[in-house]
């Protein structure tokens, strides 16, 4: 009778453990199988190499469609089609030639785990970032990427990428083959009349610990002679995002064609590098990236003008920049107002929080991701159709590496620094709210709207007439809002401000006039030149630049 007894209560144990077994069957079968793919370093490599190890995939039938022949040789992210391409990323240490490793497309992927990519073909490539630096140049000499692979998602078995070409220097003066010849002779003509900059600042280095190099170019006028004592006003120009000293070619071609055609006058341009590790520094004096502005005012621009024949006073110095560039120039110009003789700033980030390419940071409960209604927030746009999300832009970058990217440059130049010595962050990655302390900082220290409105009475005398601001209607990146509400603000103050807005321009085509891709350059020379020397019967050439 007791073995009787046991029985009943063995066939329940038999039966719940059936039951859970199943559960736990159904369960797993429930959970999505990462993606994961091999990656080695070619045997041919002669180092061990470590960076950040970049995926990329497209739907393969789209990447052809794209491609002129068919042929797909690249395969890379793109922020005015963000959701486009899937990213995965995993830093790496010390990759050894021939060694394999596996990489989680799921681990730290955009826009999403590559486990829930449809089925299908796509085109995939790796590409291993070794400075880190992908978020601000993307591919560069000396990352080793892999041939572009075919593969189907999903696959039954991992499929292998080898990292075995190293990116080559490319020549930083060769202009595109799209531009006229005449243009790249005028490239190889600034190349030859222009001097680099390669100046260790003394209060940076002091800032960093090590050798800070501030680095440029210094184009010179035709008929420039040293020995002469004609001297000359002087341009301070600076790049937008992704620039660098490499990358004045095209700026520097232009300006030396316009010259020497007498579409320009004659003037010294500075083209300053303002690129670091972290993005742009901006030339602001920073917690973070260090005093930037005091270095050029202090230290450079007295070197530059001890060096060459320029004015060296405030009415023959002036700035010129476009985006990152353009509110660098506006800040130098209200920070520094006695040093400068007036900026000419275009599409420059936002001046105004209240607008930050769109969202309102001082709202309560502000968020950059979602608006008070729960619709995105864009970023990028096109002819009034919009590209990407402010989201989708600061999810890939966080994928593509934690420096470097324009996002994460703003914090670096804007924001107090935080307890691990890295800046705070303004919003949260994941969900997009805005830290309202951070903002009080941003504000304090970087507002140019909110500084000109709280100390107009102290700079009125060396700063008003100075602003010159040019913006698109239909800026890519939405940043004629923010100047509108600066220019609510100098109108409140009776400033006096020539801020434009050129009816239907983008970020990309604001210099446009006709055929002449830089024809505003050339109109914004002559005013500065009409404030430097007003008395000059100097006037434009007829003459056509290439």
């Known amino acids: ?111 999403d785990a590559w486990s829930k990519l449809p089925a299908g073909d796509y085109v995939v490539q790796a590409v291993l970032d070794v400075r880190h630096d992908y978020n601000y140049l993307g591919r560069e000499a000396g990352d080793v990427v892999s041939d572009v692979v075919t593969v189907h998602l999903p696959a039954n078995d991992i499929p292998t990428l080898t990292l075995d070409k190293t990116l080559p220097r490319e020549d930083p003066w060769a202009l595109p083959d799209s531009m006229p010849a005449a243009m790249q002779q005028a490239a190889d003509a600034a190349h030859k009349h222009s001097q680099l900059i390669d100046f260790v600042s003394p209060s940076l280095s002091a800032f960093w610990g090590r050798p800070i190099h501030m680095l440029g170019r210094v184009l010179l006028p035709p008929g420039y002679e040293a020995s002469s004592d004609k001297h000359y006003p002087t341009v301070y120009f600076t790049h937008g995002f992704t620039g660098n000293n490499d990358r004045f070619a095209r700026p520097m071609a232009y300006v030396q064609a316009g010259m020497a055609s007498g579409q320009m006058p004659p003037m010294i341009w500075v083209f300053l590098d303002e690129s670091s590790a972290t993005g742009t520094h901006e030339f602001a004096d920073s917690v ?42 506006l800040w130098l110009q209200t920070r520094y107002p006695k040093i400068f003789g007036g900026t000419w700033s275009t599409s420059p980030d936002p001046s105004d929080f209240h607008d930050f390419t769109g969202p309102n940071l001082y709202a309560p409960h502000a968020n950059v991701y979602r608006k008070p209604d729960g619709t995105p927030w864009p970023l990028v746009r096109d002819k009034g159709k919009v590209l990407g999300t402010f989201e989708q832009f600061a999810k890939m970058e966080r994928v593509l590496g934690p ?93 006096h401000a020539d801020i434009r807005f050129l009816p239907d321009r983008t970020h990309f085509d604001l210099y446009t006039k006709g055929d002449d891709r830089y024809g505003l350059l050339k109109q914004i020379s002559w005013d500065m030149y009409a404030v430097a020397r007003p008395d000059s019967k100097l006037k434009p050439s007829i003459n056509q630049t290439p």
């Not at 995926?55 to 052809?64: E, H, N, R, T, V």
């Not at 970087?446 to 100075?466: E, F, M, T, V």
Request: net charge negative.
């Open 1 to 111: 009778m007791r073995h009787r007894r046991l029985i009943p209560a063995a066939l329940l144990c038999v039966g719940l453990l059936a039951g859970v077994y199943a559960w736990a069957r159904q369960d797993v079968q429930s959970i999505p199988t990462h993606r994961f793919f091999h990656v080695q370093l070619g045997a041919g490599e002669t180092q061990p190499m470590s960076g950040r190890l970049l995926l990329f995939a497209m739907d393969a039938a789209s990447a052809k469609g794209q491609s002129k022949d068919g042929n797909v040789t690249e395969v890379d992210a793109n922020p005015f089609f963000a959701t486009q391409t899937s990213i995965a990323a995993e830093n790496v240490d010390r990759l050894v030639p021939g060694q394999m490793i596996d990489i989680d497309a799921d681990q730290l992927a955009f826009p």
């Open 288 to 329: 973070n990236n260090g005093p930037w502005g005091q270095a050029l005012t202090t230290e450079l621009i007295p070197y530059l003008e001890s060096h060459y024949r320029m004015d060296a006073d405030v009415k023959g110095r002036f700035l010129n920049g476009h985006s990152s560039g353009g509110w660098a120039t």
């Open 403 to 495: 420096y470097g990217g324009q996002l994460a440059s703003f914090d670096w130049v804007f924001s107090p620094r935080g307890k691990d010595g890295r800046p705070q962050q303004m919003f949260d990655r994941d969900t997009g709210d805005v830290d309202p302390a951070v903002v009080t900082y941003w504000r304090d220290h970087y507002d140019i709207a909110y500084r000109l409105q709280n100390n107009w009475a102290a700079l009125k005398p060396d700063l008003d007439g100075k602003i010159h601001l040019y913006v698109g209607t239909a800026d890519t990146f939405y940043l004629d809002g923010a100047a509108h509400r600066l220019k609510a603000v100098l109108d409140s103050l009776n400033a």
